[in-house]
């Protein structure tokens, strides 16, 4: 069965479904399209998906510490207080009342959609869906991925990366949506840590404990 990995991009999502060694890639308008995609046997986004109510989450500090020369790509989570938030002051408010902490511009422009895939989740969340960071995976990958992914040599180390894993520059090749070389290959890292899941072999960061709706506040790799 195949598995999904997604990757958030302009409002909407890139997904490269990935079969054995075949990756294709899409692009979804919503997180409802992303859960709505049949014959998936688990569904990898580089999203926030469990969310504290009052604080820090585990998984973002030791991914961080996991990251070395690249942890500012780990943006903390907004607590979940933040999501319902319409402006960035009120998001500010919102969330130094409920954490102590404030919000970066950064992760208040993601909160819609994280708001959006938290909807779309439902209640009990569906199981298939799991939160990833794709810098952990292309790390498990290749030790050699170090360098910036928008830069040349970046983006050369990931695909070497992928390549032996699926046929990456087959579904880069084949893209007709014009997309960014670094969102693709992020949404493919997903799709191979979905296949990790799938399988059982996956290693993750983060404790134990569920935010109030039920979802695991774990990122996967």
């Not at 130094?96 to 779309?120: H, K, M, N």
């Not at 880069?172 to 693709?184: E, K, T």
């Not at 493919?188 to 399988?199: F, K, L």
């Amino acid at each position: 069965m195949a598995v999904l990995g997604v990757d958030g991009w302009r409002g909407a999502w890139v997904a490269a479904r990935l079969d054995g060694r075949s990756v294709t890639l899409a692009v979804l308008p919503n997180a409802a399209a992303v859960l709505a995609v049949a014959h998936v046997d688990v569904i990898a986004i580089d999203m926030p998906i469990g969310l504290s109510d009052d604080g820090v989450r585990t998984c973002d500090v030791e991914a961080r510490r996991r990251l070395p020369g690249a942890a500012s790509s780990v943006f903390p989570a907004p607590v979940r207080p933040v999501l319902y938030a319409t402006t960035y002051d009120e998001a500010r408010t919102r969330s130094l009342a409920a954490s102590g902490r404030s919000l970066s511009v950064q992760t208040f422009g993601l909160v819609p959609a994280i708001r959006s895939l938290d909807d779309a989740l439902g209640d009990p969340p569906e199981p298939r869906v799991h939160e990833i960071h794709p810098e952990l995976s292309f790390r498990a990958l290749d030790g050699r991925v170090t360098d910036r992914k928008a830069s040349g040599s970046g983006l050369a180390q990931r695909i070497r990366a992928l390549e032996p894993v699926m046929d990456v520059l087959d579904a880069l090749a084949d893209d007709r949506v014009g997309l960014p070389m670094v969102d693709a290959l992020d949404a493919c890292a997903a799709a191979w840590s979905a296949q990790r899941i799938a399988d059982g072999r996956a290693g993750s960061v983060g404790d134990s404990r569920r935010d109030a709706r039920g979802r695991p506040m774990r990122i996967s790799w």
